[in-house]
Each structure stands twice: as C-alpha cells, then as structure tokens.
Antibody, heavy 118, light 110 residues
C-alpha cells in the first residue's frame, strides 16, 4: 500500500524558513518523480515543485522560484522542500504527491499546514 | 487566476448526469494529457481520471473523461450524494514547464 506522510509544518514568521518532509512507502521511491502541491485556506490547488526520480531535474512554480528548494534522499525514501523567505501568501496546506508521467499525481499525502504570520 | 478555466460550481439531482468543463490552451491541454482530481470535504485530493479518460482502479465507472482540442470535460452519470466534492483538472504546461490546475468546481447534489 502506497503511503505518503508529510511533516514539518507549523507557524513561521514572514521572512523565515521551514523544511517539510514526506516519508514514502509502498512503492519503489527512486524511480518516480515526486511533487509538492499546496492549497491556501479556502482556495484551489496550486502546484509548487517537482523533482525527478534520480533528483537530477527540478521544476518550480514562478511563485516560489528562487525561494524554495526541492530535494530527495532515495536511501531514506524521503522527499523534502526547503522554504526560505516565506511570505503570508505561502500559507497553505502542503501535500506531497507521487508523480507518474502517465497518470499524474496518483497518490497524495494527508498534507501539513504551514502558516506564515507575525 | 488559474491557467485552466473551470466553472466554479455545478449541481444536479441524484441519478442525473452532470458535466464539468476545463478549458486551456495549446501549451497545456492542447499538447498534453488531462487528469482530474476529486477532493471530498476535509480530505486530500484523489486521482479520479488520468490520461484524459482513464479511471484508476476503484473509481466507479459512472465517472468519465474526454478531451477535444484545448478543452476537456468530466462527466458524472447517475449522480450520487457521495459525489459532492470539489473537482480539479490539471495538465502539464510546456510553456511554463510545470503543472497547471483549474480553479476547481464545487459539485452539489441537490
């Protein structure tokens, strides 16, 4: 059974940093791209970033480019996103998702809430 | 402002057929597959339709998807109360080099 478990969310001040983790199990982690998708309170889904299975290629939404870094540790089956220079508009539930070329985001975690506020 | 355009709401009575549209452009829907996600209240999104018209295992066959040109649609036939949810379309965008979502459609069963 595929499981994705995010952690690391919380309250952070504007300009601060936070690192989210996503522990994966139930599939061969290293051969699949992984993505982060966020959802601001009461709003729709917004893609944040994607990393290929080997970690060699990354993609970012313009809204986070230069501030967020995505990475993975295939030996630990874990996905990360380092979020720097956080802004109020980054407040959202952050989901990690298994990213299949053929079938999109076929599995999602339960999400972790990030609140950026002073 | 979402790159893909969906109606904000849709509704139908039990047993009815409801369709949700998703409009894009040549750089996303026009050149890539469309996926649909269902988000029940208070839960994480779930893949409902992939590659325009394919259902993952476990998704009822009353859900179907189609694509034509730069538009796609999701249809629910035999609407049930448990289908009340938010529905999102998504596609890879070759110009933006990233995934784009529709703004979401809230489906209400009357």
């Amino acid at each position: 059974e595929v499981q994705l478990l995010e952690s690391g969310g919380g309250l952070v001040q504007p300009g601060g940093s936070l690192r989210l983790s996503c522990a994966a199990s139930g599939f061969t982690f290293s051969i699949y791209a992984m993505s982060w998708v966020r959802q601001a309170p009461g709003k729709g889904l917004e893609w944040v970033s994607t990393i290929t299975g080997g970690g060699g290629t990354t993609y970012f939404a313009d809204s986070v480019k230069g501030r967020f870094t995505i990475s993975r540790d295939n030996s630990k089956n874990t996905l990360y996103v380092q979020m720097d220079s956080l802004r109020a508009e980054d407040t959202a539930v952050y989901y990690c998702a298994k990213d299949s070329v053929l079938s999109g985001f076929d599995y999602w975690g339960q999400g972790t809430l990030v609140t950026v506020s002073s | 402002q979402s790159v893909l355009t969906q109606p904000p709401s849709a509704s139908g009575t039990p047993g009815q057929r409801v369709t949700i549209s998703c409009s894009g452009s040549s750089s996303n829907i026009g050149s890539n597959n469309v996926n649909w996600y269902q988000q029940l209240p208070g839960t994480a999104p779930k893949l409902l339709i992939y590659s325009n018209n394919q259902r993952p295992s476990g998704v009822p066959d009353r859900f179907s998807g189609s694509k034509s040109g730069t538009s796609a649609s999701l249809a629910t036939s035999g609407l049930q109360s448990e289908d009340e949810a938010d529905y999102y379309c998504a596609a890879w965008d070759d110009s933006l080099n990233g995934w784009v979502f529709g703004g979401g459609t809230t489906l209400t069963v009357l």
